[in-house]
């Protein structure tokens, strides 16, 4: 459960570090931001004063409304996007999202994976048959980081309407390439984890490392729940 709240806590300031970065862009839309950002630090105080996973879904899904709605406001002038639609998306965002989060998922599964832990053994998504749903637990504080390579895209105008097969209605291959490239830059770059810059891939193993630990650690025979 305490490792579940740590997943939490850092997707909440990962998401709040976005809004923020958002905030610096989109002046027109910084209140409401900044209202998402105030309800944001209310889900993190209760996230620390709770011990049930349904209350814990409950916080990460109302705080997770707030961002998305914020995101959407700030992105109004670059795509058509409402809000996070995960299964059978219509527009371009959504789609791109799902894509960038089935990245990250094949990364997390195979780190995961070296630390000799079993992906399909999860702690706080539901347990189903051949799906790595500890793989969906830790992607969790990584999901704002894949928004971001995305919503820096749509800015820069690097994915548009074009990238988009009329057919099909599923991301040109072009289009994947290009998400693909950006991802693995970004992905590399070097950002602050304990006091020392490491490359944001690293983030994803060193998280898999301390669970690793504390499963090893962890005190079973004194352990009377």
């Not at 097969?165 to 950006?182: A, F």
């Given at each position: 459960?305490?490792?579940?709240?740590q997943?939490?806590?850092?997707?909440?300031?990962?998401?709040?570090?976005?809004?923020?970065?958002?905030?610096?862009?989109?002046?027109?839309?910084?209140?409401?931001?900044?209202?998402?950002?105030?309800?944001?630090?209310?889900?993190?105080?209760?996230?620390q004063?709770?011990?049930?996973?349904?209350?814990?879904?409950?916080?990460?899904?109302?705080?997770?409304?707030?961002?998305?709605?914020?995101?959407?406001?700030?992105?109004?002038?670059?795509?058509?996007?409402?809000?996070?639609?995960?299964?059978?998306?219509?527009?371009?965002?959504?789609?791109?999202?799902?894509?960038v989060?089935?990245?990250?998922?094949?990364?997390?599964?195979?780190?995961?994976?070296?630390?000799?832990?079993?992906?399909?053994?999860?702690?706080?998504?539901?347990?189903?048959?051949?799906?790595?749903?500890?793989?969906?637990?830790?992607?969790?504080?990584?999901?704002?980081?894949?928004?971001?390579?995305?919503?820096?895209?749509?800015?820069?105008?690097?994915?548009?309407?074009?990238?988009?097969?009329?057919?099909?209605?599923?991301?040109t291959?072009?289009?994947?390439?290009?998400?693909?490239?950006?991802?693995?830059?970004?992905?590399?770059?070097?950002?602050?984890?304990?006091?020392?810059?490491?490359?944001?891939?690293d983030?994803?193993?060193?998280?898999?490392?301390?669970?690793?630990?504390?499963i090893?650690?962890?005190?079973?025979?004194?352990?009377?729940?």
């Amino acid at each position: 459960m305490e490792w579940v709240r740590q997943l939490l806590e850092l997707k909440l300031i990962h998401q709040q570090q976005n809004l923020r970065w958002l905030i610096n862009r989109f002046s027109s839309t910084a209140h409401f931001a900044k209202t998402a950002l105030d309800r944001m630090d209310r889900s993190r105080t209760r996230l620390q004063q709770e011990n049930d996973y349904d209350v814990f879904r409950g916080i990460e899904g109302s705080a997770s409304k707030w961002y998305w709605a914020a995101v959407a406001l700030s992105l109004k002038k670059h795509t058509e996007f409402d809000g996070r639609v995960k299964r059978g998306p219509k527009d371009l965002f959504n789609k791109g999202l799902n894509y960038v989060y089935g990245i990250t998922y094949g990364i997390i599964e195979s780190s995961l994976l070296m630390c000799g832990l079993d992906p399909y053994i999860g702690f706080f998504h539901v347990i189903q048959y051949d799906k790595p749903t500890l793989a969906y637990d830790q992607i969790e504080p990584f999901r704002p980081w894949a928004d971001r390579i995305l919503i820096q895209m749509f800015m820069q105008k690097m994915i548009t309407d074009e990238d988009v097969e009329e057919e099909t209605g599923l991301l040109t291959s072009d289009c994947r390439k290009k998400i693909i490239q950006y991802y693995y830059k970004v992905m590399h770059e070097r950002s602050l984890l304990n006091g020392k810059k490491i490359k944001r891939i690293d983030h994803i193993h060193y998280l898999s490392q301390t669970l690793a630990q504390q499963i090893r650690n962890y005190d079973y025979k004194n352990d009377h729940l």
